[in-house]
C-alpha cells in the first residue's frame, strides 16, 4: 500500500498521470532511452567473480572505454589495466574498434603499438564478428539490459534495445506499483517462457520512466539462482536525459555472490554534433607509416598488396631503406719535408739571422782592411 501512496505524491508533483498498461509503460521506457541519437562517453568497467570459470578465489579484469556513436558511425577505445592473465597482449594497449570509419561501409580494428591496422568491409564475415567478440557495447543498452556488455554498436530500436524490456519470449507482464530504496516504482512482472524464470523490471516514473532496476530468479538442477542489475540514475542537465551515472550487475548462487560487473561513468554527452575526424585514421592518431591491411580478403595467387599509412593518406607501402653510412674519411700520410723549406714562424727569425750574418761579416772584413793599410 505505501508503494501506491509514495507513487501516487510523484505523479502529484508533476509527472502526469502514468499509464497501468505495461505495454504502454514498456513503451515509455524505450522512448526515454531512444532520445539518445548521438553520445560521447568514457567509463570504468570494472568485472569481479568468485570461485568461477576454473579459478578459485576472487578474479576479474578492469577496462577504460571511451564511446562515440551516433547514427551511423560507432568507435570504442578500450585500454585494459586488469585481465584474466598477466600475459594478456591487451593489457595496457589501446584496442579501437570502428564502425563505417575511413571509408563508408568499412570498418577498423587498431592494437596501437603491434603494428598495423586492420581495414576491411563492415558486411565481410570478419566485419560482422569484430563486434561479437565480447569487446564492443552500445551504452544506451546500459542498464537495460541483463549485462553491461552486449556488443551491440548498431542503431538501438525498440525490438533490440534489451529482451528484458520488450521480449516475445516472456508472458504478458503485470504491473504493480512498488518502491526502491524508498523511491517510486512501477514495477512489469512476467516469467520467462522457456525456463519458468520469475523477471521483474521497475521503471521510475519520476525520472522520465527510464528503467532503474532488473532482477531475474529461477531453479535449475538443484540449485538456485537470482540476478540484480541496478542503475544510479542521473539526469543530464542539457538535454534532461536520465542515464545510469553508475550501474552494478550481480549475480548470486544458492545466496552466494558469483559475479559483480560494476561500469563507473565518467563523462556523458548526448546529441552533441560529433566531428566527423573522430571517425578516421587521423582521429584515431594512428602512427604514421602504419601498415594497412584487409584481413577479409584471400590472395590465393600470392601475397596481398602492401599499403601503408602516410601523411595522412592510404598509400602503397614503402618499405624503409636503410640509411648506409658516410664513407670513412681519407687519411692522408705526412709528406717529407724539404728541409730547405723553413715553414711557421721561425721563417723570419732565419731570415734577420741571414742579415746580421752578412753584417757582422762586412765589418769584420772592413776591420781587416783597415789593418792592413
Known amino acids: 500500500m505505501g508503494g501506491y501512496v509514495i507513487l501516487a505524491a510523484t505523479v502529484a508533483c508533476g509527472y502526469g498521470d502514468p499509464p497501468l498498461d505495461p505495454a504502454a509503460l514498456e513503451r515509455r521506457a524505450v ?23 576454473g579459478q578459485s578465489g576472487k578474479g576479474g579484469e578492469v577496462k577504460q572505454f571511451e564511446i ?38 568499412h570498418s577498423i580494428q587498431y592494437f596501437q603499438g603491434t ?39 548498431r542503431p538501438a530500436t525498440a525490438k ?14 503485470t504491473v504493480e506499483a512498488a518502491t526502491v530504496d524508498g523511491e517510486a516504482a512501477w514495477v512489469l512482472r512476467s516469467k520467462w517462457l522457456r525456463t519458468d524464470d520469475d523477471n521483474c523490471v521497475y521503471l ?8 532503474g532496476l532488473i532482477e531475474n530468479s529461477g531453479k535449475t538442477n538443484g540449485y538456485s539462482y537470482h540476478s540484480r542489475y541496478r542503475s544510479d540514475l ?33 563523462l556523458c554527452e548526448f546529441n552533441l554534433p560529433i566531428d566527423p575526424s573522430v571517425f578516421t585514421l587521423a582521429g584515431i592518431k ?39 653510412p658516410p664513407p670513412p674519411e681519407a687519411v692522408t700520410q705526412p709528406q717529407p719535408v724539404d728541409p730547405s723549406v723553413v715553414p711557421g714562424r721561425f721563417r723570419w727569425w732565419y731570415a734577420v739571422a741571414a742579415v746580421l750574418f752578412g753584417l757582422a761579416a762586412a765589418l769584420l772584413l772592413r776591420r781587416a782592411v783597415w789593418r792592413a793599410a
Not at 598477466?86 to 584496442?95: E, I, K, P, Q, S
Not at 533490440?160 to 507482464?173: A, F, K, T, V
Not at 521510475?204 to 528503467?211: A, C, D, E, L
Not at 536525459?241 to 548470486?252: A, C, D, Q, S, T
Request: proline share 9%; with cysteine; glycine share 10%.
Open 31 to 53: 522512448e526515454a532511452r531512444l532520445t539518445i541519437r548521438s553520445l560521447h562517453v568514457k567509463l570504468t568497467y570494472e568485472r569481479e567473480w568468485y570461485d568461477r570459470y
Open 234 to 266: 542521473e539526469q543530464d542537465a542539457r538535454t534532461g536525459i536520465w542515464f545510469p551515472k553508475k550501474f552494478v550487475g550481480e549475480g548470486f548462487v544458492n545466496g552466494a555472490l558469483k559475479d559483480r560487473d560494476t561500469v563507473t561513468v565518467h
Open 204 to 211: 521510475f516514473p519520476g525520472k522520465g520512466g527510464s528503467v
Open 68 to 105: 562515440w556513436l551516433d547514427t551511423t558511425h560507432y568507435r570504442a577505445d578500450v585500454l585494459t589495466e586488469g585481465a584474466v592473465t598477466t600475459r594478456d597482449l591487451a593489457v595496457g594497449r589501446r584496442h579501437v574498434l570502428c564502425r563505417n570509419c575511413e571509408r563508408p561501409g
Open 286 to 324: 594512428v602512427a604514421d607509416g602504419e601498415e594497412v591491411y584487409d584481413p577479409s580478403k584471400l590472395y590465393p595467387k600470392g601475397p596481398p598488396p602492401r599499403f601503408q599509412y602516410r601523411g595522412g593518406q592510404i598509400v602503397p607501402y614503402q618499405k624503409k631503406t636503410p640509411v648506409e
Open 160 to 173: 533490440n534495445l534489451g529482451l528484458d524490456i520488450i521480449s516475445p519470449e516472456r508472458s504478458p507482464p
Open 115 to 153: 603494428g598495423g591496422v586492420a581495414l576491411m568491409p563492415s558486411d565481410s564475415p570478419l566485419g560482422r564478428s569484430l563486434f561479437a567478440n565480447g569487446v564492443a557495447f552500445d551504452p544506451r543498452l546500459l542498464g537495460y539490459t541483463y549485462s553491461s556488455y552486449l556488443n551491440m554498436p
